[in-house]
Structure formats: C-alpha cells, structure tokens
C-alpha cells in the first residue's frame, strides 16, 4: 500500500471507532466522488464487504466539539444551505420530516448535505400522516399537539432549531415529556393567541393544557435566548420559531432574508426540481434506463445554462468563469475542519457559543 493509502487507512481506522465492534476494517482500496472504499469482514456473518468512507462530520459533532470554534459566518453558511437543501426538496414536494444536527453533514471543505431520509414523505394533505416524526427537541408545535395536517413547514421550525443550537452550542428546547416539551417551546415563543386556531390541532389534551397552563407565557427577547446572534440572525429565528405554521417562513422567503444578503444568489434557486418528486411505474430495466438517461439530460440542460451564466458574469467583470466560480464557492468562510488544530478549548464542561 502506497503512502496516500495508509494514511487514509489510518484516518479510516481512527474515524471507524463506533464501527470496530460490527467490522474488521482490513485495507483501503481506492478513492472515487464519494469517498474512501475500504475492504473488510463482518465480524458476525465473516463476510467480505466494502464500506465507503466519507469524510465528513455530523453538524452535532461539530457543536458539542468545544475544540472547534464556529464563528457567525460559518453558522450563516451552514444554515443557508441548510435552508437551500430544504428548498430543493419542497419545491419535489418532499418533506424531510427528521432534521437535526445528527441528520446534516459538513465536510472538511464545508459542503453541506441533509441525510437520512427514512421519515421523509411527499407533502400532500393526507389526514392519515402519522405526527410521531423527527427527534422531540426539533419537533414542531403542531406535531407536538398531533396535527395530522402538517406540512413542509415542520422543517423550517427544525431548521430554526438546528440555527439556534449552531449560536448556542446546545438544543433549545430540551424537553424530557410531552408537555414538558410543549413548556419548553412555550417559555420561549409564547403562548399562542387565540387567531392562532388552536382547534385545528389534533390532540385535546394538549390544547387544554395550554389553555389551562400556559396562556400566561409571553415570548422572552430573543436577545436573551440567543445572546450571541446578530439583530438580523434573531429576526430569522423568530420568523423560523413560529408557533402558528401559518405565520412560519417559507424555505423561500428564509434563503432571501436579510440575514443571507452576502451569501443569497437567485441562481441557487433554479437547482429545485418543480412539481411533486415521485416515479411512475416501472414496467421493464429498459424503462428504467429510459429514465435515468432522461434524468442526466435535464441535468446536463440545467448545468449549462447556470455555466452560461457564469460566463456572462465574467464576461462583465474581466475575470476568468474559473475565478468568478471559486470566489462564488470559497469567498465566505474557512474550513472548520483545519480551524480544530488552531482553535482548542480545553474547557469542555461549559457551553462555547458562536463566537464573532
């Protein structure tokens, strides 16, 4: 094995921890788009695999780190693509339904994926969806109070919560119960008012308990729950953390916020498919490659006409479409993954929160 290969073999062992009890990792075999592919034998059935590696870090592991110092540009750039992500898939029509700090990657070039999509279901108003989705902290008022009616607006309440973790360095609402949960959203944004219209929330149990419990809660400043965040971050959060969904932002309307203004292009808006995101019957593999191939061409047709208009922009500012690119991709933060060796807190028992 060459010297690249056995330091991402270390690098796979090292990373493959949580895996050594399932897993005798064995030797790595190459490098591809989607990361390191090593070989090795299932402990339990002693099978030969492959698994491939990926780089990257859970967004979890990167806030409950104290050794990595995210600054508010790199929360301002997790959470516009974050929010970008979620665009793309509602405008499919999906809703993801599971978003959370364990269910979002950032890799050592800060790329962005939202993964796990088990939960995940086409956005449409059927009265039968099962509101028992997603992690308690990041579960929205409405799926709370079992409203069976939800809609894609459930990810942007996750996604508020997921922006408050990022400032804070721990989840917001931390709630241990049912109720507890809803006094925990409750302290924080409010009692609902009664235009909110609680009657269209399912559970009566819950609606009563607001009633009867917390009518008398007001919304605490912003200021005070998210000490560290900008007049601009706060006034999104409060827009995303909104108890009545109706009153919630869009995906949309969140990647133009002022918040984003250094980082929103128009183009970014032009990746998400239009229509509902689901395959007709599949009658035969011919059909099947029928479709892809037809996949790869809407593809291909979208790619060129955001690189023409890459062109034209350097065209207009005497750069190269190389240069006008890279400055669109790297211009807005640096990689967490090389400030870990910089930046150390040796303090691991207190919070860190984001810091300028």
Known sequence: MGTKGDAIMQGLIAELGAMKSHYTVQRFVSSGSYGAVCAGVDKTTSRCIKRVFTPSLM??????????????????????????????????????????????????????????????????????????????????????????????????????????????????????????????????????????????????????????????????????????????????????????????ITAEQALRHPYFSALFDPLDLTEACSGPFHFPDVSSVSSMHQMFLSEVQNFEARRAKREGIMQQRAALSGASTKDVVGADHMRRTHSLMEQADLDINHDHDQDAPATQ
């Not at 962005?112 to 999509?117: A, E, N, V």
């Not at 509101?131 to 309440?157: C, I």
């Not at 560290?228 to 909104?242: F, G, I, P, Y």
Request: proline content about 4%.
């Open 59 to 248: 967004v979890e592991q990167v806030i409950h780190d104290h050794r990595i110092q995210i600054s508010h540009q790199h929360v301002c750039y997790f959470m516009y693509h974050i929010i970008l992500g979620l665009h793309v898939l509602h405008e499919a029509g999906v809703v993801h339904r599971d978003l959370h700090p364990g269910n979002v990657l950032v890799s050592e070039n800060n790329d962005i994926t939202i993964c796990d999509f088990n939960l995940a279901r086409e956005d449409t108003p059927d009265p039968n969806k099962t509101h028992y989705v997603t992690h308690r902290w990041y579960r929205a008022p409405e799926l709370v109070m079992q409203f069976k009616g939800f809609t894609k607006l459930v990810d942007m309440w996750s996604a508020g919560c997921v922006m408050a973790e990022l400032f804070n360095r721990r989840a917001l609402f931390r709630g241990s119960t049912f109720y507890n949960q809803l006094d925990k959203i409750v302290e924080v944004v409010g009692a609902p008012s009664e235009e909110d219209n609680l009657a269209m929330f399912s559970s009566a149990q819950a609606r009563e308990y607001l009633n009867n419990s917390l009518s008398h809660c007001r919304r605490r400043p912003w200021r005070e729950v998210v000490p560290t965040a900008s007049d601009e971050a706060l006034d999104l959060l409060s827009r995303l953390l909104e108890f009545n969904p109706a009153k919630r």
